[in-house]
């Protein structure tokens, strides 16, 4: 469990393996993210859900414009260009002070406590950056830099509909035992290979791996990215031998001034799976802007579509999800931001009910 006592010894280890090591700088840092509000998502009338599946709940809860978390963080110059660094992140629920993302006591693959990053790396400039383990897959990374909520869990239709609750991702936003290299930036062009080997000893996982590329001009950036998922660690559930997951994305976005847009379209496809239910593709849309108000504030909004269909002797019903979030966020500060927000979910199949969210809250990075 997450603690004070925990996150001191780890702040004085890392501190003390910087002197030893005379890193150029070791920080301490992170982001806190709660909001009150009436919250409510669509689901099935036909069930027996939870009272919160069905009916407006009042609550405080985190993690809506971001996923809260603390990390630390150091880098040393090696000379010649070269540097070292390395990455050390655990998740914050800070309405309750749990350590993870989700309820430990409800699910037996609760984060583990670095489960945001803990991973090091060697870059250079001319060279490029190689990072080995823990860290964000880059799907996970091309969907928060391409729509106006960026990596909120709780807002993002992105984000909702790829490695949320109502996604189908089976690789998580971060990839256990992982390899990635970013190459240089080539005016403006840059790439990424990301490699995560199946380490099970029985053989039912075996290598996966994506590539990425991202293109920057001015106001102008693209990005596509595919991976191909053949092993899964904890919080997700692991994948059986012979079982894949194909997940391919485009992006692109357009800084006008008055107004910053952007748009998504991807596709997560099973492959290998016996279940007729599970033999699913699903195609994905996301359109968003960012508007500046004033100086302080801005204007956010967000729609985001996945249509779910069954593949080669699949039996899933073909599903349409629509999410839709317009925010105000107001920055008090470099650091601190207040935002108000209302989200539209519905789950357009019978005896789904729609889901109406409405929140303020407070974001504060140190």
């Given at each position: 469990?997450?603690?004070?006592?925990?996150?001191?010894?780890?702040a004085?280890?890392?501190?003390?393996?910087?002197?030893?090591?005379?890193?150029?700088?070791?920080?301490?840092?992170?982001?806190?993210?709660?909001?009150?509000?009436?919250?409510?998502?669509?689901?099935?009338?036909?069930?027996?859900?939870?009272?919160?599946?069905?009916?407006?709940?009042?609550?405080?809860?985190?993690?809506?414009?971001?996923?809260?978390y603390?990390?630390?963080?150091?880098?040393?110059?090696?000379?010649?260009?070269?540097?070292?660094?390395?990455v050390?992140?655990?998740?914050?629920?800070?309405?309750?002070?749990?350590?993870s993302?989700?309820?430990?006591?409800?699910?037996?693959?609760?984060?583990?406590?670095?489960?945001?990053?803990?991973?090091v790396?060697?870059?250079?400039?001319?060279?490029?950056?190689?990072?080995?383990?823990?860290?964000?897959?880059?799907?996970?990374?091309?969907?928060?830099?391409?729509?106006p909520?960026?990596?909120?869990?709780?807002?993002?239709?992105?984000?909702?509909?790829?490695?949320?609750?109502?996604?189908?991702?089976?690789?998580?936003?971060?990839?256990?035992?992982?390899?990635?290299?970013?190459?240089?930036?080539?005016?403006?062009?840059?790439?990424?290979?990301q490699?995560?080997?199946?380490?099970?000893?029985?053989g039912?996982?075996?290598?996966?791996?994506?590539?990425?590329?991202n293109?920057?001009?001015?106001?102008?950036?693209?990005?596509?990215?595919t991976?191909?998922?053949?092993?899964a660690?904890?919080?997700?559930?692991?994948?059986?031998?012979?079982?894949?997951?194909?997940?391919?994305?485009?992006?692109?976005?357009?800084?006008?001034?008055?107004a910053?847009?952007?748009?998504?379209?991807?596709?997560?496809?099973?492959?290998?799976?016996?279940?007729?239910?599970?033999?699913?593709?699903?195609?994905?849309?996301?359109?968003?802007?960012?508007?500046?108000?004033?100086?302080?504030?801005?204007?956010?909004?967000s729609?985001?579509?996945?249509?779910?269909?069954?593949?080669?002797?699949?039996?899933t019903?073909?599903?349409?999800?629509?999410?839709?979030?317009?925010a105000?966020?107001?920055?008090?500060?470099?650091?601190?931001?207040?935002?108000?927000?209302?989200?539209?979910?519905?789950?357009?199949?019978?005896?789904?009910?729609?889901?109406?969210?409405?929140?303020?809250?407070?974001?504060?990075?140190?």
């Amino acid at each position: 469990m997450f603690s004070i006592k925990s996150v001191a010894m780890a702040a004085l280890s890392v501190v003390c393996a910087g002197q030893a090591m005379a890193q150029s700088s070791v920080n301490l840092y992170g982001v806190v993210d709660l909001a009150f509000g009436s919250f409510q998502y669509s689901a099935n009338k036909t069930t027996t859900p939870t009272p919160a599946d069905l009916k407006h709940t009042s609550k405080v809860d985190g993690n809506q414009m971001v996923t809260s978390y603390i990390g630390f963080k150091g880098v040393e110059d090696l000379g010649d260009g070269l540097k070292a660094g390395f990455v050390l992140e655990s998740f914050l629920r800070p309405d309750t002070g749990a350590s993870s993302r989700n309820d430990a006591s409800a699910t037996a693959n609760a984060d583990p406590f670095w489960s945001r990053a803990a991973n090091v790396y060697l870059s250079s400039a001319s060279l490029g950056k190689a990072t080995i383990g823990r860290q964000a897959n880059l799907l996970f990374s091309q969907v928060v830099a391409f729509n106006p909520f960026g990596g909120g869990f709780g807002l993002s239709p992105a984000v909702r509909l790829t490695f949320g609750k109502w996604g189908n991702d089976r690789g998580d936003s971060g990839w256990s035992n992982a390899v990635t290299y970013v190459t240089p930036s080539m005016s403006g062009l840059t790439a990424t290979v990301q490699l995560a080997p199946g380490e099970k000893t029985d053989g039912s996982e075996a290598l996966s791996h994506g590539l990425g590329f991202n293109y920057s001009s001015g106001p102008f950036a693209v990005a596509a990215a595919t991976q191909r998922l053949r092993g899964a660690e904890s919080p997700k559930l692991d994948l059986a031998a012979g079982q894949q997951q194909q997940f391919s994305l485009v992006s692109a976005s357009y800084d006008a001034g008055v107004a910053k847009v952007f748009a998504e379209a991807g596709r997560i496809a099973n492959k290998g799976y016996a279940t007729n239910a599970t033999k699913i593709s699903t195609n994905l849309y996301q359109i968003g802007a960012s508007v500046p108000l004033s100086k302080e504030g801005k204007l956010l909004v967000s729609w985001g579509s996945s249509t779910e269909k069954p593949n080669s002797g699949g039996t899933t019903v073909k599903t349409r999800h629509d999410i839709g979030t317009v925010a105000y966020d107001h920055w008090l500060s470099k650091r601190t931001d207040v935002y108000a927000a209302y989200m539209f979910d519905n789950e357009k199949l019978a005896n789904f009910q729609k889901g109406q969210t409405y929140l303020v809250g407070v974001r504060h990075a140190f």
